[in-house]
């Protein structure tokens, strides 16, 4: 097979998807992807063929603010449901159209999988007589959400002669999602059409080693406890909560890890302590089977990741899908959250004290570390793939 992969430029976005490419290259299939120019590095090595599409990440972000001013008056939960449709509908959309469909005219898949955001791959793929595959990379995107990203990109799809969906055709064929249903629920309808499988532990591969100055403070019985990890991934990793979540993590820890990103600032984490380790990044996979306890902004990996390995989950919710994912974690019993307003350090200190005393979160969590791992893994993925193109009605192909 030839499978064209679609994500917009941010990260969390795109590395969901990473694992199931891979499990489809080491099954000999043939994989390109097609994503923002600055994230394809991160790709690099992997045996895929790399095609830029789009707008930088920062270029983004830049038109977005100069076109909706007005973003800056919202904030939470109020901000993502602005920004959702705006940045995916109007900004990205649009930007990745000529070079996703140049890339699948020149490359030829036999169908594409893309994540939710990447509006554009549904019409690419009507346009060139192409099923898509949508990915998930964490709970779906409201109903309302893609509804009003469609009232910005609809008019791509009228300017081609279609109809739009009111989903933007994410959902026409086949969906793969990598949340449990104790994290998203969907109706029974809807599940017929999805399959389901673990992203974050492949099965029979024991996670890979943390780095060597990281050892001591997390592997052993002597290692300092509790230890826990924060992060803010790397669009928000310069949120003063994130400094609040370090000093707090500081106060009540024995072991802290402390990830902030490339551009994260390291000055204001400076005098927290031997026991505090700041590095711009860790794999987490490397990580959490050491952690008793994540502290985080709520996105949807570091969320997926800590309950694939069954840690409790304190989140700080900032905007995108963090409130929804803090939501989906409180209704597991796998954790706790903290309104942005209560975001201070003695405060966070506080409840993740209360946290970490919980053993009936240990347990929740717990719960949804084995459902998650009971799920099929990227290889069974992959291999419903391959099924699903050889029952595939014949298409005419590229146009």
């Known amino acids: 097979m030839r499978v064209l992969f679609c994500?917009?430029?941010?990260?969390?976005?795109?590395?969901?998807?990473?694992?199931?490419a891979r499990a489809l290259h080491h099954?000999?299939?043939?994989?390109?992807?097609?994503?923002?120019?600055?994230?394809?590095?991160?790709?690099?090595?992997?045996?895929?063929d790399l095609f830029a599409a789009g707008l930088t990440f920062e270029a983004s972000r830049r038109q977005f603010r100069a076109a909706f001013?007005?973003?800056?008056?919202?904030?939470?939960?109020?901000?993502?449901?602005?920004?959702?449709?705006?940045?995916?509908?109007a900004v990205l959309g649009?930007?990745?159209?000529?070079?996703?469909?140049?890339?699948?005219?020149?490359?030829?898949?036999?169908?594409?999988?893309?994540?939710?955001?990447?509006?554009?791959?549904?019409?690419?793929?009507?346009?060139?007589?192409?099923?898509?595959?949508?990915?998930?990379?964490?709970?779906?995107?409201?109903?309302?959400?893609?509804?009003?990203?469609?009232?910005?990109?609809?008019?791509?799809?009228?300017?081609?002669?279609?109809?739009p969906s009111a989903d933007g055709g994410l959902y026409r064929h086949l969906s793969l999602d990598i949340a449990p249903r104790s994290l998203q629920p969907l109706p029974v309808p809807e599940e017929k059409g999805v399959f389901r499988f673990n992203a974050y532990r492949a099965a029979g591969t024991a996670p890979p080693a943390p780095p060597a100055d990281l050892g001591a403070a997390l592997q052993g019985p002597a290692a300092p406890r509790p230890r826990i990890y924060v992060t803010f991934g790397t669009v928000f990793n310069r949120s003063p909560a994130l400094v609040a979540a370090a000093r707090a993590a500081a106060r009540v820890g024995?072991?802290?890890?402390?990830?902030?990103?490339?551009?994260?600032?390291?000055?204001?984490?400076?005098?927290?302590?031997?026991?505090v380790h700041v590095r711009r990044?860790?794999?987490?996979a490397a990580l959490l089977p050491h952690c008793d306890v994540v502290v985080s902004?709520?996105?949807?990996?570091?969320?997926?990741?800590?309950a694939a390995h069954g840690v409790p989950h304190l989140v700080l919710p900032q905007a995108a899908d963090h409130f929804r994912n803090a939501r989906a974690i409180e209704s597991a019993h796998a954790g706790s959250s903290m309104d942005p307003e209560r975001q201070t350090a003695a405060l966070v200190a506080s409840a993740l004290a209360a946290l970490l005393e919980s053993g009936a979160l240990a347990i929740g969590a717990a719960a949804v570390a084995q459902e998650m791992a009971a799920l099929p893994d990227p290889v069974?993925?992959?291999?419903?793939?391959?099924?699903w193109q050889a029952a595939a009605p014949a298409t005419p192909g590229c146009g």
């Open 27 to 48: 099954r000999g299939h043939e994989v390109a992807w097609a994503t923002a120019p600055d994230a394809l590095p991160v790709l690099e090595g992997e045996g895929f």
């Open 380 to 387: 069974a993925a992959a291999a419903k793939l391959e099924t």
């Open 281 to 284: 990044f860790v794999d987490q």
């Open 7 to 20: 994500t917009t430029g941010g990260l969390g976005h795109m590395l969901p998807l990473r694992p199931l």
């Open 297 to 306: 902004h709520g996105g949807a990996g570091t969320m997926l990741g800590a």
């Open 254 to 275: 024995g072991s802290v890890v402390v990830t902030i990103g490339a551009d994260g600032d390291t000055k204001c984490l400076a005098d927290l302590g031997a026991q």
């Open 94 to 163: 649009p930007a990745m159209l000529k070079d996703v469909e140049r890339t699948g005219r020149h490359w030829r898949p036999d169908f594409v999988v893309h994540e939710p955001a990447a509006l554009v791959a549904p019409l690419v793929c009507r346009r060139l007589g192409l099923r898509n595959v949508v990915h998930g990379y964490g709970l779906r995107p409201p109903r309302e959400y893609l509804e009003d990203a469609m009232s910005f990109f609809g008019p791509y799809w009228q300017a081609c002669g279609l109809e």
């Open 69 to 89: 001013a007005e973003a800056a008056r919202f904030a939470g939960e109020t901000l993502s449901a602005y920004t959702f449709p705006r940045l995916f509908g």
